[in-house]
């Protein structure tokens, strides 16, 4: 059986630990190996340890990875994205920079409903052709595992139309995805006046439909002023559960309006955004065990300056998710390094408690810590070669790419990541 070895990694990033999220100071521990190495064989890690031990266990037919002076990083788990859509949202993005809000941008008719509009004129072969193209953005960022929502169909037809291209991207592309149905993302522009029959076709039709094709792992909601508020959201919610939907939930992004706190009553997996949560909020989440899903990029291309208070929710004992939150709209980014250095630079975060926050954290929110979130004996093989000495570099050089190479299941460079 050929193997494929890893060698000589200045640092190897294990984040071996135990096998749950991490909270507090455990955050902050890596384990890193220096001089590391690993060897993969079947597409899993069979063996991790210091590089003169590795070199025992390589047969003569086994493939060498020199990875001196350089750091190995377990692949980005990306617990929050809306990789399936259709267009772009240069005009709004122009308008804010003129100075209009999100919630004016949407009021006249923009935001979402843009998107909305262009993706179900898509056919699912035109999405899926976009979502190709945007898989190998996020594996060149080395991410390999992504969370990806519907919500820009926003009827029956069209929900399902994205979240088969969500399976489809899964399947005929080297990145896992892993389906969440955001049905319940804005009231569409059919429904704008008659809100109880929109939320009625969410709970009757598309969520059945939805639970009988086995499409979706999660059921999400923009829970928000103008958007879905907080019985609403109860009632949806509650229904999604019936089906065997688990929970996340977009909160306090624009306001704070009890969103948290509707998240620790539901116990849902995770709480999403949480700009504006107070700190009544962040011990709600921590009696239940909620996991903080922060999405920096968002805050950053919105122009505002109130970002999640990352600090409190550690020192609260969160087990923190950073996520790309990659939209056409409010984060057009699929960088998960962008998002370490904003983590470090805007809300305090170390390197460390970035990258764990980014793999271990986020692979438990998605329930896949048992196959990915570390490089650890039995794992898949998912894991990036930086092109630098030290951990903290893949923060500090923000705007250019580190990455060497991305293995996905010990495949090198998949889609053609790197030549």
């Known amino acids: 059986m050929s193997s494929l070895a890893v060698l000589h990694a200045s640092q190897l990033i294990t984040l071996a630990g135990p096998p749950r999220a991490r909270f507090g100071k455990e955050l902050g521990d890596l384990g890193i190996i220096p001089d590391g190495g690993l060897v993969v064989a079947d597409g899993k890690i069979t063996h991790v340890g210091k590089t003169p031990e590795i070199e025992k266990l390589c047969q003569h037919d086994t493939e060498v990875v020199n990875a001196r002076g350089c750091v190995v990083l377990p692949g980005f788990v990306d617990a929050h994205t809306h990789l399936v859509f259709a267009g772009s949202r240069l005009e709004d993005f122009e308008s804010r920079a003129r100075g209009e809000t999100y919630e004016q941008v949407a009021k006249r008719g923009g935001g979402i409903q843009t998107t909305v509009q262009a993706t179900r004129a898509a056919t699912e072969d035109d999405l899926f052709a976009l979502a190709k193209k945007r898989a190998s953005w996020f594996l060149q960022n080395g991410t390999t595992t992504i969370e990806a929502k519907s919500g820009y169909g926003l009827t029956l037809k069209d929900e399902l139309k994205i979240l088969r291209v969500i399976r489809r991207v899964g399947a005929e592309t080297p990145l896992e995805t892993v389906p969440t149905f955001l049905g319940a ?10 809100h109880v029959e929109y939320i009625s076709l969410i709970i009757d039709k598309m969520l059945p439909a939805i639970g009988h094709e086995k499409l979706a792992e999660y059921c999400d909601i923009f829970c928000e002023q103008n958007y879905f508020d907080v019985e609403n959201s109860r009632r949806i919610l509650t229904a999604a559960k019936q089906y065997g939907l688990k929970l996340r939930m977009h909160v306090d992004q624009l306001t704070n309006g009890g969103g948290a706190q509707l998240a620790a009553e539901l116990e849902a997996i995770t709480a999403d955004h949480l700009e504006q949560t107070a700190a009544d909020g962040i011990t709600a989440l921590a ?9 920096p990029g968002s805050v950053y291309a ?17 087990a923190v998710v950073l996520a790309t939150d990659f939209n056409p709209g409010s984060s057009p980014s699929p960088s998960m390094p962008m998002m370490l250095s904003l983590a470090v630079t805007q809300m305090r975060m170390s390197p460390a408690e970035a990258i764990t926050a980014a793999t271990v954290n986020a692979a438990a929110s998605l329930d896949r810590l048992d196959i990915i979130g570390s490089l ?4 898949l093989a998912n894991f990036a070669i930086y092109d630098c000495h030290d951990y903290r570099e893949v923060a500090y050089w923000f705007g250019v790419s580190l990455i060497r190479d991305v293995f996905v299941q010990g495949q090198k460079n998949p889609l053609n990541a790197r030549s």
């Open 185 to 194: 993302h804005a009231f569409p522009p059919e429904f704008r006046e008659n």
């Open 287 to 295: 009696k239940t065990g909620v996991q903080p899903v922060l999405l």
């Open 302 to 318: 919105l122009g505002s300056k109130k970002y999640p208070d990352a600090r409190r929710m550690i020192d609260t004992g969160l």
């Open 376 to 379: 650890e004996q039995g794992k």
